[in-house]
């Protein structure tokens, strides 16, 4: 048994042979004066001896409370015997060689560094200086420079820095002594001001010196030499110095890579990369870089480390290195503004469109293209800026990161502005004409009529309807003579089944000025000469009444839609309550022309979605562009799949490691390296008003000129990838993201590539599992009318394109993104359509309400307003919804005017359309017959705003509206002129605030593009304030804690919603967004902004699942749930007699809420019911993990039927 440790006065164990050792040599150095040379050096060597054979000896001398390293560091300082120091710094080699970074932390905290650098100093005056002292000295400081913050500091004050440049320079044949100079020369280089200095003492050339070929010998040494100059050359003024030196530094690359054969040495390999990667940060190192055929060395050499896995990183930092310095080029467009224009009657004071509007076009009519003037056009811009960060960064919540590191610069901090306005800022004269919007609230219903409610409840008129012609999808006749319509009109006594459309047998055409040419078509190839069917899709002009399908196979009029093909021949007459009959009795019934092939009736899955009625509802919407052709999804309709969509995993080299995209720039890099290969072929430009199609038999065929379409150029590159190119909102010179195009003219089984080549965000979801959306019309015909989510090899990184200061917000050295997916096709001359996300156009909005109102039972009171005019000229609608009132008695009539009021709005972000259909979902479930909707539209009046930027949705812009600007950025001053979906919304809320009737919620949906699950953000005076430094008494942070409630509910019951993702503080970039605005302005405590995904769920019942259409329903209606429940806690007295209604058990608030990991979210543990109820914030609450327990199985990939057809079911 080990006795215990005794100690002295001096705080050292009295048992350890070792400590008595330096009981002696302290007691020396008490007496340096008279102290023998002999002793000292005879103690430091038993000390030494000690050291080297027990372990323990060295825990003695570093354990806690021993004086011992401060003994050995005096006796250092003080003596002057070569012995003795050697003696000393063998010791301090042996101590800080084990035990890492405590011991020698140890060691800087006793003022080592300084000791060991004034050595330096004291060494290099003897003459000459002792080899084995320097070299014992370097080797002590290269352990310990690393972790002295303050080292390079120290070592440049003291001049031992030069020094030791001096003993490099002086011993470049001594191998010994080099190596250990060059691991603190490369600790000095870490600092900037010494890599500076290090550059003009000529330490960059002396590297190059040292660093040579390939060979066998003295590779350690060559490492840590290109260690230090990869630390020197991090200063832009080294690099800059360096960059006569780049065609060696590629020369020694390709010999190390031509050599190196068993990849033992990429350590080295790595060094000289890490060298390039820092000389061409500048712009002089990027030329020097091309001009030494760089890319061509690194593309080889790159190609060739492939398919070894090891050489990872040198592929990675090759890529990093060819695509930094690929030339910026300008995008293929003769301007970065887009290529629609609006003039605008109202021209705002400042801002990015007044600037567009200081040297306006002269003569140019409203709605026409037109030469923007070259002052807007796009530039290169080339900059010395380090793009590093941004070109390896890889964070999948980019954003969030960003705002963490930043800390709490954009929090709001006046206290002031975190409080509610006292003071209405308009007099109620100016509001009361909002009156008329309100008519729900004085409404007596006198001259009701209850057996017919219909009739009382009016809705503002539509707009007139354009006259121009609407090209619609549609199918061509059979020609009378044709032997399958022989058949098909009768002279088969069975029927006989209608051959499917084959679309391989297609060849379509379009007219550029809007007319169709006759389709052309070719031999089935497998039918024989008496048996080929001429068929084919075209589209036809709609403009009053025409011919009935015109002789000799013409249009057929959509007056009278045929009706589509089901199973065995049976078609469905449209409007026939459900009657079928035979094809061939539809063909004699149509003039005997012969039968039409459309796609299945999908009345029963899309009860709110007509073909016809919603050409009718295009008639009158109005486009810039003045669009005359429907897209086949938004006339066909979308069923959602019955199958699950996972979000993908990401693919190696081709999403990850860093950098994710290694693949797509190497191809990307080919077009440099052989530009032969090149085909630069335009096949798609809206530039060219005359003739956008070029129609050549051998490319792709593009298009978009239809609602909500957005792609302006297309380029085939190679025999089977393009790039595109998007067009800016209208009015603007940015905000590329969102696209919905069409395709034809394809190759069954060629990889095809599609590159968006002008994004604009930093990073997106599409590298974290998201797929673009494809629809086909192919796949429609046959009875599958859906998007789905597809593409390989899905990739968004940095491009070589180079955004303009003006498109970037004066910000230089921008560049674009590519966002990059690879497609094979599964049917020959199909038509497909991609999209950011489903599409849902304003026509789709119209044709859905006057559905809605179709459906209406008598239980409903639904009124549907216009708003007002938008600077387009579409009307914006306005809905109110609630339950009728019982009878007219006075009680049920006080009843009916005194109900809360909800408020909710959507898509003021025309590319975020998963907001409508979360809108569509919340709009279906209120104008129900659940027992559910019934107690809901008793409980609330629902005023809401489907869709808050109409032009924006209709011209296919991303996020502005016609004059330019976000919406949701003007909700502080909206102008009547600029913004007048914004400027009246707001003065219906002021109205509500004037009569003391601010709605109890109001919800703006929205989309999120870089993150998953569905989320929301509300408004917190209190949690502001904790998220800052803001000092304020506790009276001045009295808050009702309700605006917590709803969003807890959500979690609690729809399974794409994470209250970990939601956040209550209020920065300033928001402070002019409605969810801002109406808390602080109107006064209205549970303001939301409700974020869906554009991605998917990685959370709960839908974990690894992307969100579709039928989740984003489910959300809409699942929020209208949380609503009566909301009611049920505030006001539980008013429904317990409809406590039946809901499941109680999970109806009740958890009594301890979990606690998000998002450090601007947390939630208090208490039961949030409205009352005012004071909490201390600085008290600390602990973490807890969010659990799931519905959590889906992954492996399940299809629906049940319960789920794909009655998904609502389980909410009534």
Same mark, same amino acid.
Not at 479 to 490: C, E, M, N, V, Y
């Given at each position: 048994?080990?006795?215990?440790?005794?100690?002295?006065?001096?705080?050292?164990?009295?048992?350890?042979?070792?400590?008595?050792?330096?009981?002696?040599?302290?007691?020396?150095?008490?007496?340096?004066?008279?102290?023998?040379?002999?002793?000292?050096?005879?103690?430091?060597?038993?000390?030494?001896?000690?050291?080297?054979?027990?372990?323990?000896?060295?825990?003695?001398?570093?354990?806690?409370?021993?004086?011992?390293?401060?003994?050995?560091?005096?006796?250092?300082?003080?003596?002057?015997?070569?012995?003795?120091?050697?003696?000393?710094?063998?010791?301090?080699?042996?101590?800080?060689?084990?035990?890492?970074?405590?011991?020698? !932390?140890?060691?800087?905290?006793?003022?080592?560094?300084?000791?060991?650098?004034?050595?330096?100093?004291?060494?290099?005056?003897?003459?000459?200086?002792?080899?084995?002292?320097?070299?014992?000295?370097?080797?002590?400081?290269?352990?310990?420079?690393?972790?002295?913050?303050?080292?390079?500091?120290?070592?440049?004050?003291?001049?031992?820095?030069?020094?030791?440049?001096?003993?490099?320079?002086?011993?470049?044949?001594?191998?010994?002594?080099?190596?250990?100079?060059?691991?603190?020369?490369?600790?000095?280089?870490?600092?900037?001001?010494?890599?500076?200095?290090?550059?003009?003492?000529?330490?960059?050339?002396?590297?190059?010196?040292?660093?040579?070929?390939?060979?066998?010998?003295?590779?350690?040494?060559?490492?840590?030499?290109?260690?230090?100059?990869?630390?020197?050359?991090?200063?832009?003024?080294?690099?800059?110095?360096?960059?006569?030196?780049?065609?060696?530094?590629?020369?020694?690359?390709?010999?190390?890579?031509?050599?190196?054969?068993?990849?033992?040495?990429?350590?080295?390999?790595?060094?000289?990369?890490?060298?390039?990667?820092?000389?061409?940060?500048?712009?002089?190192? &990027?030329?020097?870089?091309?001009?030494?055929?760089?890319?061509?060395?690194?593309?080889?050499?790159?190609?060739?480390?492939?398919?070894?896995?090891?050489?990872?990183?040198?592929?990675?930092?090759?890529?990093?290195?060819? &695509?930094?310095?690929?030339?910026?080029?300008?995008?293929?467009?003769?301007?970065?503004?887009?290529?629609?224009?609006?003039?605008?009657?109202?021209?705002?004071?400042?801002?990015?469109?007044?600037?567009?509007?200081?040297?306006?076009?002269?003569?140019?009519?409203?709605?026409?293209?037109?030469?923007?003037?070259?002052?807007?056009?796009?530039?290169?811009?080339?900059?010395?800026?380090?793009?590093?960060?941004?070109?390896?960064?890889?964070?999948?919540?980019?954003?969030?990161?960003?705002?963490?590191?930043?800390?709490?610069?954009?929090?709001?901090?006046?206290?002031?502005?975190? &409080?509610?306005?006292?003071?209405?800022?308009?007099?109620?004269?100016?509001?009361?004409?909002?009156?008329?919007?309100?008519?729900?609230?004085?409404?007596?219903?006198?001259?009701?009529?209850?057996?017919?409610?219909?009739?009382?409840?009016?809705?503002?008129? @539509?707009?007139?309807?354009?006259?121009?012609?609407?090209?619609?999808?549609?199918?061509?006749?059979?020609?009378?003579?044709?032997?399958?319509?022989?058949?098909?009109?009768?002279?088969?006594?069975?029927?006989?089944?209608?051959?499917?459309?084959?679309?391989?047998?297609?060849?379509?055409?379009?007219?550029?000025?809007?007319?169709?040419?006759?389709?052309?078509?070719?031999?089935?190839?497998?039918?024989?000469?008496?048996?080929?069917?001429?068929?084919?899709?075209?589209?036809?002009?709609?403009?009053?009444? !025409?011919?009935?399908?015109?002789?000799?196979?013409?249009?057929?009029?959509?007056?009278? &839609?045929?009706?589509?093909?089901?199973?065995?021949?049976?078609?469905?007459?449209?409007?026939?309550?459900?009657?079928?009959?035979? @094809?061939?009795?539809?063909?004699?019934?149509?003039?005997?022309?012969? @039968?039409?092939?459309?796609?299945?009736?999908?009345?029963?899955?899309?009860?709110?979605?007509?073909?016809?009625?919603?050409?009718?509802?295009?008639?009158?919407?109005?486009?810039?562009?003045?669009?005359?052709?429907?897209?086949?999804?938004?006339?066909?309709?979308?069923?959602?799949?019955?199958?699950?969509?996972?979000?993908?995993?990401?693919?190696?080299?081709?999403?990850?490691?860093?950098?994710?995209?290694?693949?797509?720039?190497?191809?990307?890099?080919?077009?440099?390296?052989?530009?032969?290969?090149?085909?630069?072929?335009?096949?798609?430009?809206?530039?060219?008003?005359?003739?956008?199609?070029?129609?050549?038999?051998?490319?792709?065929?593009?298009?978009?000129?239809?609602?909500?379409?957005?792609?302006?150029?297309?380029?085939?590159?190679?025999?089977?990838?393009?790039?595109?190119?998007?067009?800016?909102?209208?009015?603007?010179?940015?905000?590329?993201?969102?696209?919905?195009?069409?395709?034809?003219?394809?190759?069954?089984?060629?990889?095809?590539?599609?590159?968006?080549?002008?994004?604009?965000?930093?990073?997106?979801?599409?590298?974290?599992?998201?797929?673009?959306?494809?629809?086909?019309?192919?796949?429609?015909?046959?009875?599958?009318?859906?998007?789905?989510?597809?593409?390989?090899?899905?990739?968004?990184?940095?491009?070589?394109?180079?955004?303009?200061?003006?498109?970037?917000?004066?910000?230089?050295?921008?560049?674009?993104?590519?966002?990059?997916?690879?497609?094979?096709?599964?049917?020959?001359?199909?038509?497909?359509?991609?999209?950011?996300?489903?599409?849902?156009?304003?026509?789709?909005?119209?044709?859905?309400?006057?559905?809605?109102?179709?459906?209406?039972?008598?239980?409903?009171?639904?009124?549907?307003?216009?708003?007002?005019?938008?600077?387009? !000229?579409?009307?914006?609608?306005?809905?109110?919804?609630?339950?009728?009132?019982?009878?007219?008695?006075?009680?049920?009539?006080?009843?009916?005017?005194?109900?809360?009021?909800?408020?909710?709005?959507?898509?003021?972000?025309?590319?975020?359309?998963?907001?409508?259909?979360?809108?569509?979902?919340?709009?279906?479930?209120?104008?129900?017959?659940?027992?559910?909707?019934?107690?809901?539209?008793?409980?609330?009046?629902?005023?809401?705003?489907?869709?808050?930027?109409?032009?924006?949705?209709?011209?296919?812009?991303?996020?502005?509206?016609?004059?330019?600007?976000?919406?949701?950025?003007?909700?502080?001053?909206?102008?009547?002129?600029?913004?007048?979906?914004?400027?009246?919304?707001?003065?219906?809320?002021?109205?509500?605030?004037?009569?003391?009737?601010?709605?109890?919620?109001?919800?703006?949906?929205?989309?999120?593009?870089?993150?998953?699950?569905?989320?929301?953000?509300?408004?917190?005076?209190?949690?502001?304030?904790?998220?800052?430094?803001?000092?304020?008494?506790?009276?001045?942070?009295?808050?009702?804690?309700?605006?917590?409630?709803?969003?807890?509910?959500?979690?609690?019951?729809?399974?794409?919603?994470?209250?970990?993702?939601?956040?209550?503080?209020?920065?300033?970039?928001?402070?002019?967004?409605?969810?801002?605005?109406?808390?602080?302005?109107?006064?209205?405590?549970?303001?939301?902004?409700?974020?869906?995904?554009?991605?998917?769920?990685?959370?709960?019942?839908?974990?690894?699942?992307?969100?579709?259409?039928?989740?984003?329903?489910?959300?809409?209606?699942?929020?209208?749930? @949380?609503?009566?429940?909301?009611?049920?806690?505030?006001?539980?007295?008013?429904?317990?007699?409809?406590?039946?209604?809901?499941?109680?058990?999970?109806?009740?608030?958890?009594?301890?809420?979990?606690?998000?990991?998002?450090?601007?979210?947390?939630?208090?543990?208490?039961?949030?019911?409205?009352?005012?109820?004071?909490?201390?914030?600085?008290?600390?609450?602990?973490?807890?993990?969010?659990?799931?327990?519905?959590?889906?199985?992954?492996?399940?990939?299809?629906?049940?039927?319960?789920?794909?057809?009655?998904?609502?079911?389980?909410?009534?």
């Amino acid at each position: 048994m080990n006795k215990p440790k005794m100690t002295t006065d001096k705080g050292v164990p009295s048992n350890s042979r070792v400590l008595m050792l330096l009981g002696q040599l302290e007691k020396l150095n008490g007496e340096s004066m008279l102290a023998d040379p002999e002793i000292t050096r005879q103690i430091t060597a038993k000390i030494l001896h000690l050291i080297q054979t027990q372990e323990k000896t060295r825990k003695d001398i570093m354990s806690k409370g021993s004086s011992g390293m401060e003994v050995i560091l005096a006796t250092l300082e003080n003596t002057r015997d070569l012995q003795t120091i050697l003696n000393i710094l063998y010791i301090l080699n042996e101590l800080l060689t084990v035990g890492g970074g405590r011991r020698i !932390g140890v060691f800087v905290s006793k003022g080592g560094t300084g000791i060991l650098l004034q050595l330096v100093l004291s060494a290099s005056k003897e003459s000459p200086p002792s080899e084995e002292v320097m070299l014992q000295l370097h080797s002590v400081l290269a352990k310990v420079g690393p972790k002295d913050r303050k080292f390079g500091v120290k070592a440049r004050l003291n001049g031992a820095l030069n020094v030791t440049v001096n003993l490099l320079k002086q011993n470049l044949q001594n191998h010994k002594l080099l190596l250990p100079c060059l691991l603190v020369l490369r600790v000095y280089s870490s600092n900037s001001v010494n890599a500076v200095s290090l550059g003009k003492n000529g330490v960059v050339e002396l590297m190059l010196k040292i660093i040579g070929p390939y060979s066998k010998k003295n590779t350690s040494l060559l490492k840590v030499s290109l260690d230090t100059l990869g630390a020197l050359l991090k200063s832009k003024t080294n690099a800059r110095r360096a960059v006569v030196h780049v065609p060696v530094l590629l020369y020694i690359y390709q010999d190390w890579h031509r050599n190196d054969t068993f990849h033992r040495h990429m350590l080295i390999r790595k060094g000289v990369l890490g060298c390039l990667k820092n000389i061409t940060n500048s712009k002089l190192g &990027r030329k020097a870089f091309i001009d030494a055929d760089g890319m061509r060395i690194l593309y080889n050499t790159s190609t060739e480390c492939l398919p070894v896995r090891t050489l990872d990183p040198l592929i990675n930092t090759s890529s990093l290195i060819m &695509r930094k310095c690929f030339p910026k080029n300008r995008l293929p467009l003769p301007t970065i503004k887009s290529v629609f224009h609006h003039q605008l009657l109202h021209v705002p004071a400042g801002g990015p469109v007044a600037q567009l509007y200081n040297q306006p076009p002269g003569g140019v009519p409203i709605y026409q293209f037109y030469t923007k003037p070259p002052w807007v056009d796009d530039v290169v811009d080339d900059s010395d800026d380090n793009e590093d960060a941004e070109a390896e960064n890889d964070t999948e919540n980019e954003e969030e990161e960003k705002n963490n590191h930043a800390g709490n610069d954009d929090i709001e901090t006046d206290i002031n502005k975190l &409080r509610p306005k006292e003071t209405h800022s308009r007099p109620f004269e100016e509001l009361k004409i909002y009156e008329r919007f309100f008519m729900e609230l004085s409404e007596d219903f006198q001259v009701f009529n209850f057996d017919n409610p219909k009739r009382g409840v009016t809705a503002t008129p @539509a707009a007139p309807k354009s006259h121009r012609p609407i090209i619609v999808p549609t199918s061509q006749a059979l020609p009378p003579k044709h032997p399958t319509a022989a058949i098909l009109q009768g002279e088969c006594p069975h029927p006989a089944p209608v051959p499917r459309l084959d679309l391989d047998t297609i060849n379509i055409t379009k007219d550029q000025d809007g007319c169709c040419d006759h389709t052309h078509t070719r031999p089935h190839p497998g039918a024989g000469l008496e048996q080929e069917l001429v068929q084919g899709l075209e589209r036809v002009s709609l403009d009053g009444a !025409g011919p009935r399908g015109g002789g000799g196979g013409g249009g057929v009029n959509r007056h009278n &839609r045929q009706p589509p093909l089901l199973a065995g021949g049976v078609a469905a007459r449209p409007g026939g309550g459900g009657q079928e009959m035979l @094809a061939e009795e539809w063909a004699e019934e149509e003039g005997g022309e012969g @039968a039409v092939l459309e796609v299945p009736d999908t009345a029963l899955l899309l009860p709110l979605h007509d073909p016809d009625l919603y050409v009718e509802m295009v008639k009158s919407t109005r486009s810039v562009p003045q669009y005359s052709e429907v897209a086949y999804p938004d006339y066909f309709g979308h069923v959602a799949p019955t199958f699950r969509e996972h979000i993908l995993e990401r693919v190696y080299g081709v999403q990850s490691p860093l950098p994710p995209y290694r693949t797509k720039i190497f191809q990307d890099i080919e077009r440099l390296i052989h530009p032969n290969d090149i085909l630069d072929k335009v096949v798609y430009d809206l530039d060219i008003q005359s003739c956008p199609v070029v129609d050549d038999g051998e490319s792709l065929k593009f298009n978009s000129q239809f609602e909500s379409g957005n792609l302006r150029k297309a380029v085939q590159v190679r025999k089977f990838e393009y790039d595109l190119v998007l067009n800016s909102d209208i009015n603007s010179n940015h905000y590329h993201q969102w696209f919905y195009f069409e395709v034809s003219g394809m190759r069954v089984g060629a990889p095809y590539r599609f590159n968006i080549i002008n994004c604009e965000k930093s990073n997106s979801q599409f590298n974290y599992g998201m797929q673009v959306l494809m629809y086909s019309v192919q796949e429609a015909i046959s009875g599958r009318p859906r998007w789905i989510r597809t593409g390989t090899d899905i990739c968004y990184y940095k491009n070589h394109f180079s955004r303009s200061s003006i498109a970037a917000g004066g910000q230089k050295g921008k560049s674009y993104y590519t966002m990059t997916f690879s497609m094979i096709f599964n049917h020959k001359d199909d038509v497909c359509y991609f999209a950011y996300h489903y599409p849902y156009t304003y026509s789709t909005l119209k044709m859905h309400l006057q559905k809605l109102e179709a459906l209406r039972t008598p239980q409903i009171y639904m009124r549907q307003d216009v708003l007002c005019e938008t600077l387009g !000229g579409n009307s914006c609608p306005l809905l109110t919804i609630t339950a009728m009132p019982e009878s007219t008695s006075n009680d049920q009539i006080c009843l009916f005017r005194n109900r809360p009021l909800v408020f909710l709005s959507a898509r003021v972000h025309p590319g975020e359309t998963n907001a409508s259909w979360v809108m569509k979902g919340t709009l279906e479930f209120l104008m129900g017959s659940s027992p559910l909707a019934q107690s809901l539209r008793e409980a609330y009046i629902f005023k809401i705003v489907p869709m808050l930027n109409p032009d924006g949705v209709v011209n296919g812009n991303h996020r502005c509206s016609l004059s330019g600007e976000d919406l949701n950025r003007q909700w502080q001053s909206p102008s009547p002129e600029l913004h007048p979906t914004i400027y009246h919304t707001k003065s219906l809320l002021q109205y509500l605030a004037a009569i003391q009737r601010a709605p109890l919620v109001f919800c703006d949906y929205h989309g999120h593009s870089r993150k998953k699950n569905v989320f929301m953000y509300g408004c917190s005076l209190k949690e502001t304030v904790w998220e800052t430094n803001i000092s304020a008494t506790s009276c001045e942070l009295h808050e009702d804690l309700g605006y917590r409630t709803l969003p807890k509910i959500l979690s609690q019951m729809a399974p794409a919603f994470s209250m970990a993702s939601c956040s209550f503080v209020v920065e300033r970039s928001k402070e002019a967004t409605a969810r801002v605005v109406v808390w602080r302005e109107i006064g209205v405590q549970r303001s939301y902004t409700m974020e869906s995904t554009l991605c998917g769920c990685d959370q709960g019942k839908y974990k690894g699942l992307q969100i579709g259409t039928r989740e984003l329903e489910e959300m809409g209606a699942q929020f209208c749930v @949380a609503l009566l429940r909301l009611k049920r806690l505030t006001s539980p007295l008013e429904l317990r007699k409809r406590a039946h209604l809901l499941d109680v058990e999970s109806d009740l608030m958890e009594t301890r809420c979990k606690v998000s990991s998002n450090p601007s979210t947390y939630v208090l543990e208490d039961e949030e019911h409205t009352f005012m109820e004071e909490v201390d914030y600085s008290a600390e609450s602990g973490d807890e993990a969010d659990n799931d327990p519905d959590t889906a199985d992954p492996h399940d990939n299809h629906l049940s039927d319960s789920e794909s057809n009655n998904h609502r079911d389980s909410l009534t």
